[in-house]
């Protein structure tokens, strides 16, 4: 035994016995061994049939090649947590707070309904008490929560206008290391979903975000959002990729209906809170500012493009307030059905029409000024197309005030083609 070559007298009987039991083994091996799936490596065996005697011997068996150990994108999680330790120290948390009349409980009668000679058999057995206003008095309470980021070392702080919408309350801003300000709302954009807010902080001691460049983004590149989750989960951060662009959408709340036209969609989760928060990308720079979420659906949020919201921040830090550029119309959207009822010449485009809220064309206006008039069609602005995905108002948007626009017009059937300088929105 041991030798190679050596003859091993087996019958044929004893060998289908020992190649049915190795077979069972195997098998039952096979059948516990933990986790799937698996491969077996066994010696080449070789069988020499001599009459009564059988002939066994083994050959080496080469190494199986190694398999590499899988190892986490390092590169990518480096670039994540990096964007994120950069970016969290200048998002904030935004605290809405109010004087609310103090309610308590109060005693009342659920019989003071009935005539005199019923309530007389109920008698006092019902002490029942229900909210009523404590006489006038008020208790400052916290009634909801967003986020924001430190644009300057100053302390201007961005987020969306709906964030800090009830000119009644008060804002505090806490701080990543903790800190607590008092608030001052410095301006709303009347069109766009954001404000800017001050703050007091020693001079040039405040974190900022650097703004990065939304006009380049592409689908499927990574997102990350930070923000106060839910008011209550600060500096949560969820990661994801944009999975729209330029989408135009309808977002409720507060009491408040707006379309946002040109939004960044991403599937990084979006909660209640996270509005006013920054869109990352792998940088750290801010690419959109959290504004809108889909409710009943799993993870499509909305962000206003950061470049949207680049000239409003440059507007504030020079002047003080938002300055937004003005045309001076009101109209109304062509559509294709609308183009078929009043037998219009085209199927898109804005015409303009008055109503009860003022004339077509405002008086003293750059409109007026360019020549518009009422019932004219405004085709283009600067060769872009106006449609549903293009209104006017966000086209105008696109520039600043002093700019000079060239629109395409038809009028009574032809074109024609007008210049008009845009000017300051009025206050009113």
Known sequence: MGIP????????????????????????????????????????????????????????????????????????????????EKASPAVVSIIVSKDLPVIEQCPYNPF??????????????FQLSQPCESNGRTQRQEIGGGSGF????????????????????SYTVLTNDGKKYDAEILARHPSLDIAILKIKASAGGLPILIMGDSDSIKLGQTAI?????????????????ISGLSRTVTASGGGATETIEG???????????????????????VIGINTAMVSGAQNIGFALPINQVKKSIESV???????????????????????????LPVESGVILIGGNEGPAVVFGSPAQKAGLQAEDIITELNGTKIDKDHSLPYLIQQYNVGDKITLKILRNGKEMTLEATLEERPKQ
């Not at 600060?234 to 990661?239: A, E, F, K, L, Q």
């Open 5 to 84: 070559g050596m003859n091993i007298n087996i019958s044929k009987k004893s060998l289908i016995l020992i190649l049915s039991v190795a077979v069972i083994i195997l098998g039952g091996a096979a059948a516990f061994a933990p986790n799937s799936p698996f491969k077996l490596k066994l010696p080449s065996i070789s069988f020499n049939f001599s009459s009564e005697n059988i002939i066994s011997s083994t050959s080496s068996v080469p190494s199986a090649p190694a398999v590499p150990v899988y190892k986490p994108v390092i590169d990518y999680e480096q670039a994540v947590t990096g964007a994120v």
């Open 112 to 125: 003071s309904d009935l005539p005199p000679e019923f309530q007389q058999y109920f008698g006092d057995q």
């Open 150 to 169: 430190i644009i300057s070392k100053d302390g201007l702080v961005a987020t969306n206008k709906h964030v800090v919408f009830d000119a009644a309350a």
């Open 225 to 241: 959002a930070i923000g106060n989750a839910l008011g209550e989960f600060r500096n949560t951060v969820s990661v994801g990729v």
């Open 263 to 285: 939004v960044i969609q991403t599937d990084a989760a979006i909660n209640p809170g996270n509005s006013g928060g920054p869109l990352l990308n792998l940088k750290g720079e």
């Open 317 to 343: 830090k020079a002047t003080g307030e938002i300055s937004v550029p003005y045309l001076g119309v009101r109209y109304m959207l062509v559509t294709p059905d609308l183009a078929e009822k009043e037998k």
